[in-house]
């Protein structure tokens, strides 16, 4: 960590009083977001209709594709950290992710041969790379821009996640709508010129970041090209991750049951009985989190199929394409978001509001309640008539509401949980649930696709089948996590929790409503 003396945050200037280095950043930020749920929008529908996999196995290439985006931001977080420095991270990985949305432009003649579908791969590993470089580090420089007792801080991150949803809604919305209708390589390139646009921002932008966000020590121009070369390197391990998904699944598993089985011996051998408790009830709830991970992240993928070819998209005489339904996410939590801050706040200062492991087994309920909503809605009009679309706004609704019971409380949850010098360790393993989360979701479409046969569509009966089995028991272990949450609150020892060092507090840890995208960096207010 640097000691020299920087400039205020505000020695720039503001603007709405906050300083104007926050602007750049929001800006950059919308536009990488943009661009990633952009490009996300058409994934699965690219896969199949473009280079005709099938839809199990375009299930699983979309579920190995986002885990490896959870999974970079520990590289990219840590060499920022150590040796980079947060700025010239973010700029790399802007670097990374436009190159690869530009390459998602060469489409070929689609199909599963050529030097086409080569290009394609290599594109979404440098997403995957780039996204662990610029998601990881591009938030902490938002903290550092303020002392760590202004009380802007926190309206700061407000304003820095309303650039997220934006970025999200409009990629969705925009990229989806001009993919579909106009062509594929038309949807990547908007995607693409919107990361453009993010890493100019950024570009111009550097000098109102007052020097925010620099290697910790001075770094030689060798040794920055090394690092850079580390990057490249993770490029190519990543193009050669994503077309063996089996690779990621086995890479998920084995690493996943060393760094729980750390924690969990750490938590036995060195602590104190209620830190011990405190790191069990952490890694319940990040249990519970890779269940909610694995039915929510259906949007881009199963859903999105079953919304394309089942649901009743017409508007008006105008159909509706089915990739610019997962801007609803963003929409539901630029509405919902501020209400759950009141209610929960609300319901604090009566002393009723419910406990973190009480929110989580809401948000489980809501997410396997969507799915049951759906079904109830697909089977009601009948197997042979379409979908009224009506219900596919439902189930983002659900989903987005147990979303902001899960996502923001876990985030909160973990940094309290965990003692000051395993707080990184143990928001680790909490991004490494949603990988796994994400990479079980591919397994879910897979199964709703007709795993083994290949070259079919999942067939509407097949897809309500899956959605209703995993609806239930989605419903049946949020009730169970209902009812051992006065247990594991127990476990919290909350009535024994001091406040620490603010330095301690992870950035934007009390903020609600970003969707869940590539990997947070669990970075400390410094």
């Not at 995607?191 to 020097?211: D, P, Q």
């Not at 909610?292 to 089942?310: I, K, P, V």
């Not at 897809?463 to 049946?476: F, K, N, P, R």
């Not at 507090?505 to 869940?516: A, K, R």
């Amino acid at each position: 960590m640097t000691t020299q003396t920087l400039p205020d945050g505000d020695s720039a200037g503001t603007f709405l009083g906050h300083p104007k280095g926050l602007f750049v950043l929001f800006f950059a930020e919308m536009w990488e977001r943009f661009s990633y749920y952009g490009m996300r929008a058409l994934l699965i529908l690219y896969l199949t209709k473009h280079w005709l996999f099938s839809d199990s196995e375009a299930g699983v290439i979309y579920g190995a594709y986002t885990a490896l985006v959870y999974i970079t931001p520990v590289l990219g977080g840590y060499l920022a950290d150590k040796y980079l420095g947060q700025r010239k991270a973010v700029l790399y990985g802007a670097v990374l992710l436009t190159f690869g949305h530009f390459l998602m432009g060469f489409e070929g003649d689609g199909g599963q041969g050529g030097a086409a579908l080569n290009l394609f791969w290599l594109a979404l590993a440098f997403i995957i790379v780039g996204s662990g470089f610029l998601k990881a580090n591009i938030s902490v420089i938002v903290g550092q821009l303020y002392p760590r007792t202004d009380t802007r801080r926190d309206p700061a991150y407000t304003i820095f996640y309303m650039g997220i949803n934006l970025g999200a809604f409009l990629g969705s919305l925009l990229c989806g709508y001009i993919g579909e209708t106009y062509g594929w390589s038309y949807g990547f390139g908007l995607a693409g010129f919107g990361m453009l646009l993010g890493l100019v921002v950024f570009g111009l932008g550097k000098n109102l970041l007052l020097g925010r966000g620099e290697p910790p020590k001075p770094l030689s121009k060798m040794a920055e090209l090394g690092l850079y070369v580390v990057g490249l390197f993770t490029v190519v391990l990543c193009w050669w991750m994503v077309q063996n998904q089996s690779v990621v699944g086995v890479f998920l598993g084995v690493f996943g049951g060393l760094l729980v089985a750390y924690v969990i011996g750490t938590a036995v051998i060195k602590l104190p009985s209620e830190d011990r408790d405190r790191i069990f009830a952490a890694m319940f709830l990040i249990l519970v989190s890779i269940v909610f991970w694995a039915l929510f992240e259906q949007a881009g993928n199963s859903l999105s199929l079953f919304t394309d070819r089942q649901v009743d998209r017409n508007f008006f005489g105008w159909e509706m394409p089915a990739s610019m339904f997962q801007s609803l996410n963003a929409a539901y939590i630029f509405l919902l978001a501020p209400v759950f801050a009141f209610l929960w706040t609300a319901l604090g200062r009566k002393g009723m509001e419910p406990s973190a492991p009480f929110k989580f087994g809401l948000g489980v309920i809501q997410v396997g309640l969507g799915f049951l909503v759906l079904v109830w809605g697909a089977q009601s009009a009948g197997m042979d008539a379409a979908v009224p679309v009506v219900f596919i706004f439902l189930i983002y609704l659900l989903h987005t509401t147990g979303e902001l019971c899960l996502s923001p409380v876990g985030l909160s949850a973990m940094n309290r949980l965990a003692p000051a010098h395993m707080a990184s360790l143990i928001m680790g393993v909490w991004f490494f649930a949603s990988a796994t989360g994400n990479f079980a979701a591919g397994l879910i479409s897979s199964a709703a696709g007709g795993e083994g046969l290949e070259g079919a569509e999942a067939g509407k009966e097949l897809v309500l089948s899956v959605y209703t089995t995993v609806g239930w028991y989605a419903m049946g272990i949020g009730v169970l996590v209902l009812l051992v949450s006065p247990l594991i609150r127990k476990l919290m020892h909350l009535d024994t929790l001091t406040d620490g060092d603010p330095a301690d507090d992870l950035l934007g840890q009390n903020e609600v409503g970003e969707p869940q995208g590539p990997g947070a960096h669990p970075a400390t207010r410094h």
